[in-house]
């Protein structure tokens, strides 16, 4: 009970509040928060339980910190940002799964259980009997029993599962889905462990340290081919197979299309069709921090890391020794009259910190100051028909041609009044003639042409755009 989180969890003082604020922010399959959105949402909810007269005086940061610390949480990097992200503990989700449990108690004994049950008993005892004779006799009555059912079904004699007795299994099923979270937390820590004791040996004197640097160094994946590494192997090969895959999203599929599938719950619907995808994800996941944990692994061994560790050990240790032996003569918090520099500052908040940026001091090339000159109107006015569409000079130039005719179209402009900012000047026309005249059908087109800056005449096929009134 001091030892396990998960009792630590039931047994808090605010149990009830830990429990529902931890499920309700991370308590979905394979949920991850950043550390400053869990932050944010559980002050959120500080405040309303507040407002119930519930004593909660500190901070989210500081429950959080805690409940961190209690073994509740799990605190990450990650490679995406630059921040941190929590996620439940293997321990946190075996006790909200404990509380889910008593909250919605499912029946003490089911036929689907029992069936369940009963057939993994009856194959583990045809797999693990020694006498060939017998497994065969029993691989006979089930090839009997299927044949018996198949003659059943062509009879019409055997009705499919359905109703009351179908929900029933499928939720029993879904109850063994919800381990699997735990199952991938465990399976995560017991890397994170294997990883750890792998470099305590390395800084261990002895022949242990000796067999781990020459597996290293012979290019051994310790982690990989340890009885964890390879149970979880095959476990990803089974759950990538492409084949299983396929037939089990099919299986999925056609179940929720029965009629007894309208009476799960929604939540129950997504669990079931997200089953095979949330393992999939998980397993790459676990994946990644295998291959993360042995590339870790070998480049600290062969950058020689571990050697300095070694003589930091040593020295922790002989002054560990050398206290030890100074208790019973000096308290703790006596005076020794050394000063130590510190080899850090102490800094309570992060926005106190400021990059230093050598190229700050550094001036580089001599300033150079310019007079400030008249600017000439006329190279503005370059500039800006250089850079914008002169508008003006287009309406001008269609209410010129539209004196005295009824209508004309981008080409007759063009033809009347000749561009004089290039394939801008026909690109203007077009626009306004899209917003204040017609536009043809798509197969009726004319033949527009301009010259470019370089002074090379070119020429577009574009749809019939006609202006039919002056422009204001």
């Given amino acids: 009970m001091d030892e ?36 944010e949402r559980i002050d959120a909810d500080l405040d309303e339980l507040r407002s119930h007269r519930i004593d909660l005086a500190r901070t989210a940061r500081a429950y959080v ?64 009997d020694p006498e060939s004779a017998r497994r065969l006799a029993r691989l006979e009555e089930e090839r009997a029993a299927i044949d018996a059912r198949i003659a059943a079904i062509r009879e019409g004699s055997d009705n499919a599962l359905a109703g009351e007795r179908a929900v029933e299994r499928v939720r029993d099923l879904l109850a063994q889905a919800a381990e699997v979270p735990d199952d991938f937390a ?30 290293v160094f012979r290019g051994v994946d310790l982690i990989a081919d340890s009885d964890a590494g390879r149970s ?45 995808p949330t393992l999939q994800d998980r397993s790459a996941e676990i994946h990644a921090v295998i291959t993360q944990f042995a590339r870790g692994l070998r480049r600290y061994v062969r950058s020689q890391d571990y050697q300095r560790d070694r003589v930091l050990r040593s020295l922790i240790q002989d002054a560990m020794i050398a206290a ?28 106190a910190l400021a990059l230093h940026d050598p190229a700050e001091r550094d001036a580089g090339a001599e300033v150079v100051s310019h007079e400030g000159a008249e600017a000439d109107l006329e190279e503005l006015r370059a500039l800006a028909r250089a850079t914008e569409i002169d ?4 309406t001008a130039n269609v209410n010129a041609v539209l004196d005295g005719r009824d209508g004309a179209s981008v080409a007759d402009v063009l033809v009347a009044r000749p561009p004089t900012q290039g394939v801008a000047s026909v690109v203007g026309l077009i626009a306004l003639a899209a917003m204040h005249g017609t536009v043809a059908d798509p197969g009726l087109t004319e033949h ?24 204001e």
Avoid at 451 to 470: K, M, P, Q, Y
């Fill in 4 to 39: 396990d989180a998960a009792w630590r969890l039931l047994r808090a003082d605010n149990a009830p509040i830990v429990a529902a604020l931890l499920a309700e922010h991370l308590g979905a399959q394979s949920t991850r928060m950043d550390a400053d959105e869990l932050y």
């Fill in 65 to 128: 910190t805690d409940w961190r610390n209690a073994g509740f949480l799990v605190r990450r990097t990650t490679e995406e940002s630059r921040g941190e992200t929590y996620e439940l503990s293997s321990a946190g989700l075996a006790a909200l799964r404990f509380i889910d449990a008593r909250e919605a108690p499912r029946r003490s004994l089911t036929e689907s259980r029992l069936a369940s049950l009963s057939a993994q008993v009856r194959q583990l005892a045809i797999d693990t």
């Fill in 186 to 215: 465990r399976v995560r820590a017991e890397f994170e462990a294997l990883n750890g004791m792998l470099r305590a040996r390395i800084l261990e004197a002895g022949q242990e340290q000796r067999e781990v640097l020459d597996d």
């Fill in 232 to 276: 979880f192997a095959a476990f990803t090969a089974l759950v990538l197979d492409p084949a299983l895959g396929t037939a089990f999203e099919d299986d999925v599929r056609q179940i929720l299309e029965r009629e007894y599938a309208r009476e799960l719950a929604a939540g129950e619907r997504r669990a079931l069709r997200d089953f095979l």
């Fill in 324 to 351: 030890r032996a100074a208790a019973p003569e000096m308290r703790p918090y006596d005076r020794l009259g050394v000063e130590l520099d510190l080899t850090t500052v102490p800094v309570r908040s992060v926005g």
């Fill in 391 to 394: 508008f003006d000079e287009l």
């Fill in 448 to 471: 527009v042409a301009w010259d470019g800056a370089d002074g090379i005449r070119r020429s577009a096929t574009v749809r019939v755009h006609t202006f039919t009134r002056r422009l």
